[in-house]
């Protein structure tokens, strides 16, 4: 069985969670619910659950106050998986944390899936970074993530995306250059980073480059074209790619 805990303040979406974890998850218990950030704290701190279903935005509280309340404790230690409505900002803080989360209203097919790797995670000590990058980048004034998280075969890593010189593609996996001259290799596709990164003046000139456009020092135009950042690295640039390029160094 996979314990789980719901905190949400709304009563009805509760209701409605618990009824498709009761149908389409009956491998689930509902070990508890809650409706605010005090009463959540010690529901999960009493029953000690393998997941919470977190709600972000609670009536005037925020979910966020609730990890930093568990996190003091060293016995509990369960999967999250925030539930949100469209908040753009929010959901972009949970993919940079390598965080899971599901939109109102839930998909059947998507809250499956979440159990399931609740399940294969059951037994494993969690990794408090993700986390804390979480709650950090949420907390930044700006409302631009400051970091993410990039998991690899040895753990996960926490990088500031101003250390992030570009990206390229390898396959299914990616590998991240810094600016310190050392690199990541990430256990996700370009496109997954591309998805995240395009926002934050990162442009992929190539289908198999993303480049942080801060570490541009010159676009060469011939040899097919093609930019030399400040590593010293030269970039392709992809013919189609071109025009919107030249359109963005206008603006630079």
């Not at 709304?10 to 218990?29: H, M, T, W, Y």
């Not at 003091?72 to 929010?90: L, R």
């Not at 059951?122 to 993410?148: H, M």
């Not at 289908?207 to 676009?219: A, C, D, G, I």
Request: hydrophobic share 40%.
């Amino acid at each position: 069985m996979v314990k789980v805990v719901i905190v949400d303040d709304e009563q009805n979406s509760r209701e409605a969670l618990i009824g498709k974890l009761d149908l389409f998850c009956p491998e689930v218990e509902i070990a508890g619910e809650a409706g605010g950030v005090s009463e959540a704290i010690e529901t999960i701190n009493s029953v000690n659950p393998d997941a919470v279903f977190l709600d972000i935005k609670l009536a005037g509280e925020s979910g966020f106050d609730i990890l930093e309340a568990i996190s003091e404790n060293p016995e509990v230690n369960p999967e999250i998986v925030f539930i949100t409505a469209h908040d753009e900002f929010a959901i972009q803080a949970i993919k940079f944390s390598a965080l899971d989360y599901l939109l109102k209203p839930i998909d059947p097919e998507e809250l499956v899936k979440a159990i399931r790797k609740i399940e294969e995670q059951k037994g494993i000590p969690k990794n408090a970074a993700n986390l804390n990058v979480l709650v950090e980048n949420i907390r930044q004034a700006s409302d631009s993530p400051k970091k993410i998280v990039v998991p690899t075969s040895d753990g996960m890593h926490i990088i500031k995306l101003s250390d992030i010189v570009r990206l390229e593609s390898s396959s299914n996996y990616t590998t991240f250059f810094l600016n310190n001259e050392k690199s990541l290799l990430a256990s996700k596709t370009l496109k997954e980073f591309d998805n995240m990164l395009s926002g934050y003046n990162f442009n992929r000139i190539h289908k198999s480059h993303l480049v942080n456009m801060n570490f541009l020092k010159r676009y060469v135009q011939t040899d097919g074209g093609y930019l030399i950042l400040e590593d010293g690295s030269k970039i392709p640039v992809a013919n189609r790619k071109k025009e919107q390029l030249i359109s963005i160094l206008k603006n630079m």
